[in-house]
């Protein structure tokens, strides 16, 4: 769809309420090949993932559209929470702070195109866990104080999860945001609004950073929950999140711009300790379980390619092929579990070149595809998908699209890819809305078929449901009864929204790269 889509913590001490700045580094894909033996691998279920019309399909949904309503969801899920819903502890920018980001954003604002902070925004130092995204008021979309969601019904709980893959999150738009060719350089006449977002989501990714560091550190070094609680899984998260920011910040220049307006040295230098940091304390940590060595694969290769120390890199690697074995030697049960076992093997694959790792993913998909029921475009092994489920799984599918090589079938790959996502995603009524094509867009984006926007399926937030509508957010939870879908669990979960909203930019690994080169 898009071919032609076209400071720094202003002293950490002067922006401790407000580090308004965003960050940005796409790293470019690795040079790691795929496989080129001699005939692509089948398997005797080949049948079953031919890319027949699901049932509900429309018929000009393909594999773009998956694509592209994967880019604009995850789009829709993060400013809804980071700017709109008041889900978490806000904080108020710094009005010198903004002037400044308006500049860099906006060379010449006599052009009639202007950057500027909307209305009631309302930006986030921690992330609450969950909450009802139904709206309390009526809907105006020009004024986002509108779009509050009920504080009562907030978990207030700050977990590791939610916090870090919002960092995630947060950091990797911040990237899509400065891809000159897309939104422009602030000499351009077009993209200065958005160009400016891309700052404050860098802003928020460092006030949120900081928040963990200050508020949610324990005496172990280890990233609690704010309840006490420890999440395993959320350590590594958190790894990812303190890398991929820090390395964002250290970077001269991003790959798809010749400038970074998110480069600031010291903040930089904080992260990354930060992650160096993280990175001992869990030294001598054995993961379990499936999603645990998964996570943990994944935020070490993150890690490796980010920190500066080169010894952390050797023990990152090391520890990458340490847990790709056990992944490789787990028995996963339904399809979440073979998602998170290919989505850690490709990158210890990726890593260290060793195609038994790939060659082990292969055989998980081929379960997939066993599974696989195409006309309803669900697994067999589950009949309930949460959102974090949902995000593994696409994951786990746009991994082997970009280094399955022929150690897989493209064909069938790409049959999964977009039937799950069009059933899983749209017909389960996962996403629960989708604002009109002329809303949180400008005019150079609108040019794109109506269905890369959102899928006929999904409703309009005033028609969602409640009073005044749903947000365009992700639900919690679907469920398949062997008939038709339903949402079992309507609220917002930040940490599974923000893992699916990350694993759906990164389809599109060409401008936001989602699996970095370790140098």
Known sequence: MRANRTLFIVGLSLFFAL?????????????????????????????????????????EFDGTAAEEEGYWYSRYNLGNLVFRSGLGETFKPDPAVIKHFIQLADANPDDGDTAGPKKGVAPLKAVYASGDPHYIHQIDFSDYGSLRWDPDSFDKTVTARAQGWTMIKETEWSKQFHVDDHFGTAADDFGAQWRFVGLLLDAEAKQQGLYALQNLQN????????????????????????????????????????????????????????????????????PEGIEELSLAVQALTWYAANTTQAAGQQQALEKIAEFGDALADAEPTNATER?????????????????????????????????????????????????????????????LKFYGGDAVDADQVEALFTGFFESAVNLSGLQQSAPPVSVAKDPFEQEEPVIYFGHPNVPLPPKAGGDYGIAPVFATEVTWDGGSWSVTNGRFDAAGAMHASNEFIWFHNDEVNGFPEIP
């Open 219 to 286: 005496d172990q070094g280890l990233i609690a929950n704010s309840d006490g609680t420890l999440d395993w899984g959320g350590q590594w998260v958190m790894l990812e999140a303190f890398s991929d920011l820090g390395g964002t910040l250290a970077m001269d220049a991003l790959p798809h711009s010749t400038t970074n307006r998110y480069a600031d040295a010291d903040a930089a230098a904080k992260f990354l300790g930060a992650a160096d940091g993280l990175f001992a304390a869990l030294a001598d940590r054995q």
């Open 19 to 59: 580090v308004f700045s965003a960050c940005t580094a796409a790293l470019t894909p690795p040079p790691v090949p795929a496989r080129s033996n001699s005939t692509p691998r089948s398997t005797p279920a080949a049948e079953k993932a031919e890319a027949q019309g699901i049932v509900g399909r429309v018929p």
């Open 339 to 399: 998602a998170f076992v290919i989505r850690g093997l490709v990158e210890a694959y990726r890593t260290s070149g060793d195609e038994g790792y790939l060659d082990t993913a292969a055989d998980a998909f081929d379960s997939l595809v066993e599974e696989y029921d195409a006309a309803n475009g669900v697994f067999t092994s589950q009949n309930v998908y949460n959102i974090d489920d949902v995000a593994v799984i696409m994951g786990a599918l746009n991994s």
